[in-house]
């Protein structure tokens, strides 16, 4: 079969014939369809993220079920899923709790095994992960929703505890953050959208989004937030994660607000005001995508209309084009929307 490789961190990815993947008891071969382009495929391609050389990047896909093993019940060949980009193993406690994107055993496509830039992937636990796709969603939209849309509404719904009426701050516009925007916006909610970048927040803008507020002019951007909505956000993201947009956010709150940690922090640990969060009580909440058994909810405003995640895809691609498109997230431009490959 094609897939995408790379033989080394940061050498140029090629397409390329490689054996087609053998079925796990537990697990699912699946045709992909479509797969997104994410910018944590990149941090694996640059070496920022540990995988087994060469790899085959890819984790936000969509497809048709091409072959389950011989322990698997609930799907068959032919059923058009998508799949969470934390696979749990089904069989610990958490897994067992509905809690699989939080699983010890977790598994990642992309990441700690073959990824989905290629005609057939890998799904572990098929039980356990994959997700029915309804009829009217598109796999193009489907393969949108695997990571920041989901990331975004889990953060949201089952964290944020968001509701109409309530003050929304999304601090950082790219993927998450805007699909944060949309969803907030379709839950009812009032959104203040803070970035640097001008053209993000215009796309927040278009989403819904009421206030705008630039964080490169603004000198500080949570008292903004806290002026714009009469007190402070009642939720508040870090779409971004970086030890200033999780300050921000958490100072952005009003009085028992709600703070959820979306972005990864990756440079370790990060300083909170705390004597805030004790003077206001507020409630500090990581979030850590959203396991597939939450998905329905999410499928079903996707499939009324109510959410269309597809208005964050810029690009359609082929497979050829893929390896440029990983290469190309060295410098993402702010506003320019995902690229979706189309296989
Ligand atoms: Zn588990
Ligand atoms: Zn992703």
């Given at each position: 079969m094609k897939a995408v490789v790379y033989a080394e961190y940061g050498a140029t990815p090629v397409v390329t014939e490689v054996p087609a993947p053998k079925c796990p008891d537990r697990g699912a071969v699946l045709a992909v369809r479509a797969t997104g382009v994410c910018r944590s495929d990149w941090h694996a391609w640059r070496g920022h993220e540990p995988v087994a050389l060469p790899h085959v990047p890819g984790h936000e896909l969509s497809g048709v079920v091409a072959e389950v093993g011989a322990?698997?019940?609930?799907w068959k060949p032919g059923d058009r899923v998508t799949v969470p980009f934390v696979c749990g193993c089904g069989e610990c406690a958490y897994c067992l709790a509905g809690?699989?994107?939080?699983?010890?055993?977790q598994t990642q496509p992309g990441f700690t095994g073959p990824g989905s830039f290629a005609e057939r992937v890998v799904v572990h636990a098929a039980d356990t992960n994959l997700v029915a796709l309804p009829d009217s969603v598109g796999f193009v939209s489907a393969a949108s929703l695997g990571c920041r849309f989901a990331t975004a509404f889990r953060a949201l719904?089952?964290?944020?505890e968001l509701g109409a009426g309530d003050w929304l701050a999304v601090h950082g516009c790219g993927g998450v953050g805007l699909s944060a925007v949309m969803i907030g916006v379709a839950l009812g909610a009032r959104v203040v959208a803070v970035d640097i970048a001008a053209p993000a927040l215009e796309l927040a803008r278009s989403l819904g989004a009421e206030h705008l507020v630039d964080a490169a002019a603004d000198t500080d951007p949570a008292a903004t937030v806290r002026e714009l909505t009469g007190g402070g956000a009642t939720v508040s993201i870090?779409?971004?994660?970086s030890p200033a947009t999780a300050a921000a956010s958490v100072r952005g709150l009003r009085r028992r607000g709600r703070h959820v940690q979306a972005?990864?922090?990756?440079?370790g640990p990060t300083p909170l005001p705390m004597d805030v969060v004790v003077a206001h009580e507020l409630a500090i909440h990581g979030s850590h995508g959203m396991a597939a058994a939450d998905y329905p909810r999410l499928l079903s405003l996707v499939a009324a209309g109510?959410?269309?995640?597809?208005?964050?895809?810029g690009k359609v691609i082929g497979l050829a084009d893929a390896p440029a498109a990983l290469a190309a997230m060295d410098h993402p431009p702010a506003g320019a929307g995902m690229t979706v490959v189309e296989l």
């Open positions: 322990e698997v019940t609930r809690d699989a994107q939080v699983c010890p055993h719904t089952a964290h944020g870090d779409a971004l994660g972005g990864l922090l990756l440079d109510t959410l269309r995640p597809e208005l964050l895809v």
